[in-house]
């Protein structure tokens, strides 16, 4: 039976490497470091969980982050959870997007690898 897969999209970084978390919750895990591949990766691998980064661009006119054209393909595709990872300082901003958009998840920075565990393990069992 094949593992499903969790795409982890990591644009800027500075935490830690999450893979074996993931990798422990059962999961196939697929990196990429630049949205638009991710967003190629999404529509050729559909994976069941998608973990990005909200970074607030206030250089964009008409959106908040690249999350928004992301989430414009993953709402396309049953069944994948989104969780976000953001900084705090960008907190009202994220606000914006949560009026547009619905994620399964939203962890601040520090990332709390116990409550991220139990939500990506909690997609496996469901």
């Known amino acids: 039976m094949q593992k499903p897969r969790l795409l982890s999209i990591v644009e800027i970084g500075g935490y830690p490497d999450f893979r074996p978390l993931y990798e422990k919750a059962g999961f196939e895990v697929l990196l990429e470091t630049r949205m ?8 050729r691998q559909q ?18 982050s690249s999350l928004e054209s992301m989430m414009s393909v993953v709402e396309r595709i049953p069944d994948t959870h989104v969780v976000v990872f953001y900084e705090k300082e960008y907190h009202h901003q994220l606000q914006r ?12 920075f520090p990332i709390p690898e116990d409550q991220l565990f139990a939500a990506v393990n909690a997609v496996t069992e469901g």
Do not use: G
Request: proline share 3%; net charge positive.
């Open 36 to 43: 638009r591949k991710a967003m190629a990766t999404i529509k």
């Open 47 to 64: 994976p069941r969980i998608i973990v990005a980064e909200f970074n607030f661009q206030s250089d964009f006119r008409d959106r908040t």
């Open 97 to 108: 997007l949560l009026a547009t958009r619905s994620f399964y998840r939203t962890f601040a």
